[in-house]
């Protein structure tokens, strides 16, 4: 039997470019197309890579009826109104975080999806990252016991960073931190109060008229005794980049390293007390994937000191989730099944930040995340 294979699009080719030979090696998809404004990256692109389709006007790579999916890479303002416009032209949509800037936008993607029968999925990179999957198989398996509380955070510094980063809320992307908490029981947030804290610089405060140096989030769980604590940074902060998840449970708890690079550290209830923390190296995850694309867990397009990405050396790689995403989203559309996030499940998770800048500025008040984010 032949194997049913996805024609994909990539467009946006900054990080997206990550992406490209993930997708050429995957045994259930075809790239035959790339897309970018800049012409010449974007020849200089298709030409290293092999790619005859190249577009600089994304409306005009939507009216191609060869194209199955578009795996959307650009810039977080566009992304709600792109993913809206590739599903009214009848594509699957794979996007980069958040899903979008506003509710309503979560809300139209929601709404498209379920009207057509079209697979969305936000590719965030921290549910399939190797340390994330070390905890998510922990839990699956019964070793942490019962999970008390969850916690994460996402600390960067973003100074001189280009468009709309200056003064951005913390809040508003905070998909790397929600995602974990969120992930690991499957959860879903009902609700969300949050605090701001400190100030930024006057000329950064006025982009978007929030104040804020870091943003602590409580996220009460549906249906669930469980709550998590989330945390943003991104101005005035002294912190190395983090990208940190944190699980405690009855048996066993995880933590993140306080230092990039270091082992997580695992507690185990009833030992010694000396004995109950170990420095442990979380393994690589790639038996998940199909055998051509597992190499890409540890190497990538950026990982050359000449050729770095801004987010993937400060995310250190992004803990080897590139080829998991690609084949979460692919195999979802070749099995005709839905994928982690799914629209309503990215919705969720994107809306708890969005809410909780909505909430900081209103002294913490609780803010019901909207019916439509909830299954």
């Known amino acids: 039997m032949e194997t ?10 900054g990080f997206g470019a990550e992406f490209i030979p993930i997708y050429q090696k995957h045994p259930n998809a075809n790239l035959i197309a790339i897309s970018q404004r800049n012409e010449k990256k974007l020849n200089d692109l ?9 577009y ?3 409306d005009e790579l939507l009216k191609d009826p060869e194209i199955d999916a578009v795996h959307i890479n650009t810039p977080i303002p566009d992304h709600g109104i792109q993913s809206i416009r590739a599903l009214k032209a009848g594509k699957h949509v794979a996007c980069t975080v958040p899903m979008a800037t506003t509710v309503d936008e979560c809300r139209e993607i929601v709404r498209l999806t379920e009207e057509t029968g079209l697979t969305y999925m936000m590719m965030e990179t921290v549910v399939y990252a190797r340390e994330f999957l070390y905890m998510k198989e922990l839990y699956d398996n019964g070793e942490l016991g019962k999970v008390q509380f969850l916690k994460a955070s996402h600390q960067q510094d973003m100074d001189g960073w280009p468009n709309y980063w200056p003064g951005l809320p913390p809040m ?6 929600v995602g974990p908490v969120l992930a690991l029981t499957r959860g879903q947030a009902e609700y969300v109060s949050c605090f701001g804290s400190g100030t930024i610089r006057e000329e ?3 982009h978007y008229n929030s104040p804020f140096a870091v943003e602590t989030t409580h996220i009460k769980f549906k249906d669930s005794d469980l709550s998590a604590q989330v945390y943003r940074s991104l101005f005035d902060v002294a912190r ?7 699980v405690y449970g009855s048996k066993k708890s995880v933590e993140w390293p306080l230092i990039e690079g270091r082992p997580l550290v695992v507690h185990t209830a009833k030992k010694p007390e000396p004995e109950i923390p170990e420095e442990v ?5 790639a038996k998940l994937l199909p055998k051509e694309i597992q190499p890409f867990t540890t190497q990538g397009v950026y990982d050359t000191d000449e050729n770095q990405h801004l987010s993937f050396t400060q995310g250190a790689g992004h803990g080897g989730s590139h080829p998991h995403l690609v084949h979460a989203f692919v195999d979802a559309l070749v099995q005709g099944k839905s994928p982690y996030p799914n629209a309503r499940q990215s919705a969720n998770i994107t809306c708890v930040g969005i809410l909780a800048h909505e909430s900081a500025l209103k002294g913490g008040e609780i803010i019901k995340l909207p019916g439509f984010t909830l299954s």
């Open 281 to 285: 190296d979380s393994p690589d995850f």
């Open 204 to 206: 950064l405060i006025g």
């Open 240 to 246: 190395q980049y983090r990208e940190s998840f944190e």
């Open 46 to 54: 298709a030409d290293a890579f092999g790619i005859d389709k190249r």
């Open 56 to 58: 600089t006007d994304y």
């Open 172 to 177: 508003h992307y905070a998909t790397h931190c």
């Open 4 to 13: 049913k294979k996805i024609n994909v699009a990539i467009v946006g080719l």
